[in-house]
């Protein structure tokens, strides 16, 4: 959609094709974040230093998988993205100040200032098209209901204890309802749901139609040149012929078992992997670029940006998906590995999290607990357990939360050593009465601050693990999006196995090889990417008749 729009900003005609009845993809689902470093949000002047240090972040976070020309082309045009969008669509964005990259300590790194957060949106101003946009992912909406940061979310935590906090949710609660009732949906879009939206609105505004339930079948090309595609639709099959070219945007692989079992290290059959996105993400890009002539990069040292999850059981069978965004920070928290012992810093980012569970499974079922103790489990909640004053009763019937009342007694109900368990658990308490975590630094850096709670001190991320019952949910490996995808060069075109650009073929998003070589160093970093190199194909269609 970023792409079209700026294709339809600067005078081209442009089709958006849709495989699902829905719009929006993975980024419906999303925090709606982007890391734009220099971006105009915060009201400072361009400061080429600062595009230097990122510059600099980015080499160090990619190491050998570092693309110099593909991130200078990035970081040169994120800037011109916001502007453009903000000034000529409409997409909006807020500032994110206290947002800090993963690795705030790490050579060029920010403690803060480099993401942004799309602007809420109002869902009736999409008209009837509200009713194709993506729902937001159930699992981590509250009765359906959107929130627009972690502040809003410690509104949810507070509200059995703070009058204004109360008053927030109160307030909240009944608009949803009122939405509810009258649309079957919340109408207040937040995060990666407002962005959709306002992409939507903006293709609107400039003539791009959005073609749901219309999957690509297969690229056409003459004489080696892309010149369309042809389309499933409801009705027939159609072809689109291109005038400029056809770019690729399809969500890349993550519900793809073949390409995660060639791919994903800690799958060997594909099915062990657990995907939040959704279904429809099948690699369909990849495999349309393929069968034109594409190279896709399989050299990444990750090939998707992991995340843990959990498996919340339905109750008509089957299970969603719970990623875990919020709860790992807090303090009363601890990660387990399925020998019983902490394995990992749990504020760090979810994708370093997820790189950690991997190297702790040593090529064996990836697997981890995340426990907590009864104090922390009724203050924050834990996975799709909500806080007091809401019931765990029938979370522990489905076997989602497991429950002992003593740490021995959890370890066994869970499976992991016991005594191992309880072991680790002296250890850890033993510093964290004093807010303190020598062995992995949980807490120490701003970023793992950021997600904690501000109110509890000296840590805002560390306190001991004492009061009884004690609880435990099990984590599988997931996903936030694929980084393997499409060879593309700084102008988006798609590459060969040779490195040339393939005559009327780009990528963009999930489809394209992630700039970030495999790393994950920011809030934002597939959202920032997409929409930036979407601006650039954009152009670059516009500028080259």
């Known amino acids: 959609m970023a792409c079209a729009v700026t294709a339809a900003v600067r005078g081209l005609s442009a089709i958006v094709v849709e495989k699902e009845p829905v719009f929006g993809g993975t980024t419906a689902y999303s925090g709606g974040y982007l890391w734009v470093p220099g971006h105009p949000k915060d009201g400072k002047p361009f400061d080429p230093e600062e595009i230097e240090a990122a510059r600099a972040y980015m080499r160090h976070e990619a190491g050998n998988a570092f693309d110099s020309d593909r991130t200078d082309a990035f970081l040169a045009n994120g800037r011109g993205m916001v502007e453009f969008f903000e000034a000529n669509t409409e997409v909006q964005f807020v500032d994110a100040p206290a947002f800090s990259d993963y690795h705030p300590d790490a050579p060029g790194g920010r403690a803060g200032g480099r993401s942004i957060l799309t602007a809420p949106l109002q869902g009736q101003r999409l008209g009837q098209d509200i009713k194709r946009l993506r729902p937001p992912l159930s699992t981590i909406t509250f009765v359906g209901m959107m929130f627009?940061?972690?502040?809003?979310?410690?509104?949810?935590?507070?509200?059995?204890?703070?009058?204004?906090?109360?008053?927030?949710?109160?307030?909240?609660?009944?608009?949803?309802?009122?939405?509810?009732a009258l649309h079957r949906r919340g109408m207040r879009l937040t995060s990666g749901n407002a962005l959709a939206a306002r992409l939507a609105l903006s293709a609107a505004r400039y003539g791009v139609s959005i073609l749901t339930d219309s999957p690509a079948r297969q690229l056409l090309k003459d004489h080696g040149r892309v010149v369309g595609i042809e389309v499933g639709t409801p009705e027939s099959p159609r072809v689109i012929l291109a005038r400029r070219a056809v770019v690729l945007a399809c969500g890349g692989f993550p519900q793809d078992p073949s390409r995660r079992q060639a791919t994903f290290p800690h799958a060997p059959t594909g099915h062990e992997h657990?995907?939040?996105?959704?279904?429809?993400?099948?690699?369909?890009?990849?495999?349309?670029?393929?069968?034109?002539?594409?190279?896709?990069?399989?050299?990444?040292?990750?090939?998707?940006?992991?995340?843990?999850?959990?498996?919340?059981?339905?109750?008509?069978?089957?299970?969603?998906?719970?990623?875990?965004?919020?709860?790992?920070?807090?303090?009363?928290?601890?990660a387990i590995g399925p020998d019983g012992w902490r394995f990992v810093n749990e504020a760090n980012s979810y994708h370093d999290f997820g790189q950690a569970m991997i190297q702790a499974a040593g090529g064996g079922d990836c697997h981890a607990w995340l426990v907590c103790d009864h104090r922390a489990l009724r203050k924050y909640g834990l996975g799709f357990v909500k806080p007091f004053p809401l019931p765990i009763s029938h979370h522990?019937?489905?076997?989602?939360?497991?429950?002992?009342?003593?740490?021995?007694?959890?370890?066994?109900?869970?499976?992991?050593?016991?005594?191992?368990?309880?072991?680790?658990?002296?250890?850890?308490?033993?510093?964290?009465?004093?807010?303190?975590?020598?062995?992995?630094?949980?807490?120490?850096?701003?970023?793992?601050?950021?997600?904690?709670?501000?109110?509890?001190?000296?840590?805002?991320?560390?306190?001991?693990?004492?009061?009884?019952?004690?609880?435990?949910?099990?984590?599988?490996?997931?996903?936030?999006?694929?980084?393997?995808?499409?060879r593309t060069d700084a102008k988006t075109r798609v590459l060969d196995a040779k490195g040339d650009p393939i005559p009327g073929l780009h990528a963009v998003g999930n489809d394209a090889a992630s700039v970030m070589g495999g790393a994950y160093p920011g809030g934002g970093i597939t959202l920032g990417p997409a929409l930036t190199f979407g601006y650039i194909a954009g152009n670059v269609l516009a500028d080259n008749p």
């Open 274 to 334: 657990v995907s939040p996105a959704p279904s429809g993400n099948t690699g369909d890009g990849l495999r349309l670029g393929e069968a034109a002539g594409g190279a896709v990069s399989t050299d990444l040292p990750n090939a998707a940006a992991w995340i843990p999850v959990s498996r919340v059981p339905k109750r008509g069978g089957g299970h969603a998906v719970f990623p875990h965004l919020i709860d790992r920070y807090k303090p009363g928290v601890i």
């Open 148 to 180: 627009n940061s972690s502040q809003e979310v410690n509104h949810f935590f507070n509200v059995t204890r703070s009058v204004r906090s109360a008053w927030h949710v109160t307030k909240r609660l009944a608009a949803h309802g009122r939405d509810m």
């Open 396 to 486: 522990l019937r489905s076997g989602y939360l497991i429950k002992g009342r003593t740490p021995r007694e959890l370890a066994m109900a869970a499976g992991f050593d016991a005594k191992v368990f309880e072991i680790q658990l002296q250890s850890f308490n033993r510093e964290a009465r004093h807010g303190r975590d020598p062995e992995f630094g949980k807490g120490d850096t701003a970023y793992n601050r950021f997600l904690g709670d501000a109110s509890h001190k000296p840590n805002p991320c560390v306190a001991p693990l004492e009061q009884g019952p004690f609880y435990a949910i099990r984590l599988a490996l997931g996903d936030l999006g694929t980084f393997a995808g499409l």
